[in-house]
């Protein structure tokens, strides 16, 4: 009786507090509606965290945008964020055309290929929407290529601009900075003067736990999107970035249902960073449901000392100049039911440009997958060790990988799979513990040398090694996907 007392009296006195503190407003979220020619960033900045900017179509020029904390950009009918500038005033100089006043130059980075000796230089020119050849000399000027004469703030171009549609990009980023929880959606960002490795949409250091979701992101100079931990990219189109498509590194992050595509036009070298989706020192990563086509390098790829990652349910499909799916000097991921076809389409040598490449990575599971070369060459499922060093789990060795119960087709008169190394070979084969079973191989001559086990090797060769005990290779070849 007594505590039944003192619990009465206790609510007595709550249950009007509590009803009290229901009656005080609480905070309201603000929505802002944006127009095409505002000053983007001085509205953001002048409103509090958690506002809601919604952009009217349009496009708006120029804007590089540092959202507060929580703060959220919606489009309405797909409005365009535009890093450039229109080119209206030329002047003719000998065979050329000539655009003045040009101060804009931004950060330099990456490698590029030989006949991209531009790359590293984030503007760009576009006629009608396509990137011209950035050249390094006015002499290299020709139908299709322009060049910067940085030190005299000129632009110098062969085709005549009348009638067409002329840009060079200024901005760097469209949205970057350190607030956490921004969302970001329905939005066309393109043509962002973005050094290489950072986003249109990201910059170099975005804040944690970012949603982009449902944009197009198109024609900027380094990637697409960038992202750090705790943040998402759901069904976007990156497509026909200079250099890859999304990327970033950090902790929880989950790339879902996009597709990223045609990236890599400003040429950097596929060996260094270019081509789809490419993480680095990321844990538990999660690249689900996307198609990933058609870029300049690999499709998608994890690298140094990447954790947990999990490649599921992708349709990677016609990456040159790399693998398919590239887990690199990283620990533990898992690779599964995911359709990866005719990606480096060339004779690599070695395991070089496998449809999956295990390269210098330990415990990973790959199962499930549908894997096919091209008439033109490939390889299939490839583990490669070399000498590179030690990462927060360890060193950076070949072991423990399992490859089961996938699918593999041999189209070309070439093409493996299996395990190479020219560093530590025997320990590799003694104690690396690196297993193929139960998969499915489907190729021209299954009496051939189609596997590696550190040489090539027949069928008979790879089960004496001790793989494919419960695997099967024959002459069944399916039909083209």
């Not at 490698?111 to 020119?125: A, G, I, N, R, S």
């Not at 006015?138 to 009638?163: C, E, Q, R």
């Not at 349709?315 to 799916?325: A, E, F, H, L, S």
């Amino acid at each position: 009786m007594i505590f039944r007392n003192v619990l009465c009296n206790l609510l007595v006195r709550l249950i009007p507090a509590l009803m009290l503190t229901a009656l005080v407003a609480q905070p309201q979220s603000l929505t802002v509606t944006l127009s095409p020619g505002a000053n983007v960033q001085s509205i953001v900045s002048a409103n509090p965290e958690s506002t809601t900017f919604v952009f009217k179509p349009g496009i708006y020029r120029l804007q590089s945008i540092q959202p507060l904390n929580g703060d959220i950009f919606v489009g309405q009918n797909n409005p365009v964020l535009s890093g450039a500038e229109l080119l209206t005033a030329f002047t003719r100089q000998g065979s050329y055309w000539v655009a003045g006043g040009q101060t804009q130059q931004g950060q330099l980075n990456g490698v590029c290929l030989p006949q991209f000796p531009m790359c590293e230089y984030p503007e760009d020119l576009y006629f009608d929407n396509l990137p011209l050849l950035h050249v390094a000399s006015l002499s290299a000027v020709g139908p299709g290529a322009w060049y910067f004469d940085y030190p005299n703030h000129n632009i110098y171009f062969f085709d005549n601009p009348s009638g067409h549609v002329v840009e060079t990009s200024v901005t760097r980023s469209a949205f970057s900075g350190s607030a956490a929880n921004v969302s970001i959606s329905g939005l066309t960002v393109e043509k962002y003067a973005v050094p290489a490795q950072f986003g249109a949409i990201g910059d170099q250091y975005p804040g944690p736990n970012w949603t982009v979701r449902n944009n197009e992101v198109r024609l900027n100079h380094g990637a697409g999107i960038a992202l750090l931990s705790g943040s998402t990219a759901t069904m976007n189109y990156v497509h026909n970035n200079g250099q890859k498509g999304i990327g970033g590194s950090g902790s929880n992050i989950l790339v879902q249902g996009n597709r990223v595509s045609f990236n890599n036009w400003a040429g950097f070298d596929p060996s260094w960073e270019a081509g789809g989706i490419k993480f680095a020192a990321a844990t538990n990563l999660i690249v689900r449901g996307n198609t990933v086509d058609d870029n300049i390098g690999p499709g998608v790829w994890t690298d140094i000392g990447s954790i947990n990652t999990l490649y599921e349910s992708n349709v990677i499909m016609n990456n040159t100049d790399g693998p398919g799916i590239q887990d690199e000097i990283s620990y533990s991921a898992i690779i599964r039911y995911n359709t990866v076809c005719y990606n480096s389409i060339s004779q690599p040598s070695w395991l070089w440009g496998s449809q999956i490449m295990i390269q210098n990575s330990q415990n990973d599971q790959v199962y499930g997958n549908t894997v096919e070369t091209a008439l033109a060459g490939g390889n299939g499922i490839g583990i490669i060790q070399q000498s590179r060093g030690s990462g927060t789990l360890g060193p950076y060795v070949a072991i423990n990988n399992s490859i089961h119960n996938n699918s593999i087709v041999i189209r070309g008169s070439t093409g493996a799979s299996g395990m190479v190394a020219d560093y530590n070979q025997q320990a590799l084969l003694q104690s690396g513990n690196n297993t193929f079973d139960y998969n499915a191989y489907h190729l021209i001559n299954p009496n051939g040398y189609s596997w590696e086990w550190i040489n090539y090797v027949s069928w008979t060769g790879f089960q004496q090694a001790g793989q494919e005990l419960h695997g099967t290779a024959d002459a069944v070849i399916p039909p083209i996907m």
